[in-house]
């Protein structure tokens, strides 16, 4: 999955990261079907964005000399 959202919610804010919930799903709608839930759930959501590009974080960096 190159393309997609994420999704961070947690229930109260200024929340602590142990009671996060941070979710990836696949397109448009899944994320609106998961920010409806939540939402029911009592969850605040915090951010939705989407994923346009994707480092590969197996590139060798070289330095400039």
Do not use: P
Request: aromatic content about 10%.
């Amino acid at each position: 999955m190159d393309q997609g959202y994420f999704l961070i919610a947690g229930k109260t804010e200024g929340f602590s990261y142990e009671d996060a919930i941070i979710l990836r799903c696949g397109s448009e709608i899944d994320a609106e079907s998961l920010v409806n839930s939540l939402r029911h759930e009592g969850y605040t959501i915090f951010y939705v964005t989407k994923t346009v590009d994707r480092i590969d974080d197996n590139v060798a960096i070289e330095e400039a000399e």
